[in-house]
């Protein structure tokens, strides 16, 4: 019996160093489905969303709420790491002292003095008022004490990163909510951006859109919490920002040549990439997305063109076309992401 207390404390602490180092130290998504963080974080979200989303109806008190659960998980996962991590030392103390610990002032003995002797260790508190009787037991409360005071160092060192990833991409969709306003549509991009027949500014933007869809990839896979983490402001998300992008890439590709083309055609190519791998993290499937473009909405876009002074666009139905096959490779995950995150898709044409 005391057997099985050391190999279940043994497989404990085993399955929390792993999953630890997988999420904190490992600087890439880790594709094994069974994983416990991975669990935690879908099923806790869930839970999360179905009640801030059936008290709230959609709107600023909603979002704050939502807002709440990256930072929140985080610390719930901690306090879950760690009373793993106390309870598997406490198995192993238990295997190996035999529940006998010498107690200067608590009288706690057995399983019960076991855990709360691992606890202060593992926080490294050196109260002294129990004590390790047996040689096992003396080597674990250096190992533990040692695996504690590492642990909480490298958890709290992942934060820096983390908010620095998320100020990184949270400047950016503010800078676009700012030049084009809020929620951002691939209509005000374009509209903002396109003086006459000279599209060097728009090629300038979706040159920085690529470099900031890269960020993205690298840094979501491998800190899939940061999708959790929501912009400040109701109307703008990283997801939305992203899709207008999209948007306006498509529509470029689907009726304007040259070389804006072509720097549409790489921040699709890197846009679409990093969609596609986030939908597989999240284990998100493609779904059917609304209509977001009508054939009349696709016109009246190109006459503001037209107006704005850029001539030669193809007809509305040849444009369509060419938009369909494109948009139907990236609304899809797009409108997946959307639903799991409960985050806004932006329209095509403000209205």
Same mark, same amino acid.
């Given at each position: 019996?005391?057997?099985?207390?050391?190999?279940?404390?043994?497989?404990?602490?085993?399955?929390?160093?792993?999953?630890?180092?997988?999420?904190?130290?490992?600087?890439?998504?880790?594709?094994?489905?069974?994983?416990?963080?991975?669990?935690?974080?879908?099923?806790?979200?869930?839970?999360?969303?179905?009640?801030?989303?059936?008290?709230?109806?959609?709107?600023?008190?909603?979002?704050?709420?939502?807002?709440?659960?990256?930072?929140?998980?985080?610390?719930?996962?901690?306090?879950?790491?760690?009373?793993?991590?106390?309870?598997?030392?406490?198995?192993?103390?238990?295997?190996?002292?035999?529940?006998?610990?010498?107690?200067?002032?608590?009288?706690?003995?057995?399983?019960?003095?076991?855990?709360?002797?691992?606890?202060?260790?593992?926080?490294?508190?050196?109260?002294?008022?129990?004590?390790?009787?047996?040689?096992?037991?003396?080597?674990?409360?250096?190992?533990?004490?040692?695996?504690?005071?590492?642990?909480? =160092?490298?958890?709290?060192?992942?934060?820096?990163?983390?908010?620095?990833?998320?100020?990184?991409?949270?400047?950016?969709?503010?800078?676009?909510?700012?030049?084009?306003?809020?929620?951002?549509?691939?209509?005000?991009?374009?509209?903002?951006?396109?003086?006459?027949?000279?599209?060097?500014?728009?090629?300038?933007?979706?040159?920085?859109?690529?470099?900031?869809?890269?960020?993205?990839?690298?840094?979501?896979?491998?800190?899939?919490?940061?999708?959790?983490?929501?912009?400040?402001?109701?109307?703008?998300?990283?997801?939305?920002?992203?899709?207008?992008?999209?948007?306006?890439?498509?529509?470029?590709?689907?009726?304007?040549?040259?070389?804006?083309?072509?720097?549409?055609?790489?921040?699709?190519?890197?846009?679409?990439?990093?969609?596609?791998?986030?939908?597989?993290?999240?284990?998100?499937?493609?779904?059917?997305?609304?209509?977001?473009?009508?054939?009349?909405?696709?016109?009246?876009?190109?006459?503001?063109?037209?107006?704005?002074?850029?001539?030669?666009?193809?007809?509305?139905?040849?444009?369509?076309?060419?938009?369909?096959?494109?948009?139907?490779?990236?609304?899809?995950?797009?409108?997946?992401? =959307?639903?799991?995150?409960?985050?806004?898709?932006?329209?095509?044409?403000?209205?």
């Amino acid at each position: 019996m005391n057997a099985l207390y050391a190999v279940a404390g043994a497989a404990l602490i085993f399955v929390v160093l792993v999953e630890g180092f997988e999420t904190v130290v490992l600087p890439h998504a880790v594709s094994r489905r069974i994983r416990l963080t991975r669990f935690f974080f879908r099923d806790a979200w869930r839970v999360w969303s179905f009640i801030v989303c059936g008290l709230f109806a959609p709107g600023r008190r909603r979002e704050i709420f939502l807002g709440l659960f990256g930072p929140l998980s985080l610390i719930i996962l901690l306090g879950l790491w760690a009373s793993a991590l106390i309870s598997g030392f406490a198995l192993l103390y238990y295997f190996f002292a035999g529940g006998a610990f010498e107690s200067v002032k608590t009288g706690i003995s057995g399983f019960p003095g076991c855990l709360y002797f691992s606890g202060t260790t593992f926080f490294t508190l050196g109260l002294g008022d129990v004590l390790p009787l047996t040689t096992g037991a003396k080597a674990l409360t250096v190992l533990e004490a040692g695996t504690g005071f590492g642990f909480l =160092a490298i958890f709290i060192s992942y934060l820096p990163p983390l908010n620095q990833f998320f100020y990184t991409r949270e400047t950016s969709v503010s800078a676009l909510s700012a030049r084009v306003g809020a929620p951002a549509a691939a209509s005000e991009i374009l509209d903002k951006h396109i003086v006459g027949q000279n599209l060097d500014v728009l090629h300038q933007l979706l040159y920085d859109w690529e470099r900031w869809a890269a960020e993205l990839h690298e840094s979501h896979l491998s800190y899939p919490v940061l999708a959790y983490f929501r912009s400040e402001h109701e109307d703008q998300s990283w997801l939305g920002a992203l899709t207008a992008i999209m948007d306006t890439c498509a529509f470029i590709m689907s009726g304007i040549e040259g070389a804006c083309e072509c720097q549409a055609e790489l921040t699709f190519s890197i846009s679409m990439h990093t969609i596609t791998d986030l939908s597989s993290v999240f284990h998100c499937l493609p779904e059917m997305p609304v209509d977001r473009l009508t054939l009349d909405e696709l016109d009246r876009l190109r006459l503001r063109m037209s107006e704005k002074g850029f001539l030669g666009l193809p007809e509305a139905r040849e444009m369509e076309k060419k938009l369909a096959p494109l948009r139907s490779q990236y609304e899809p995950y797009i409108q997946a992401l =959307a639903d799991r995150f409960h985050m806004a898709i932006p329209p095509w044409v403000r209205k």
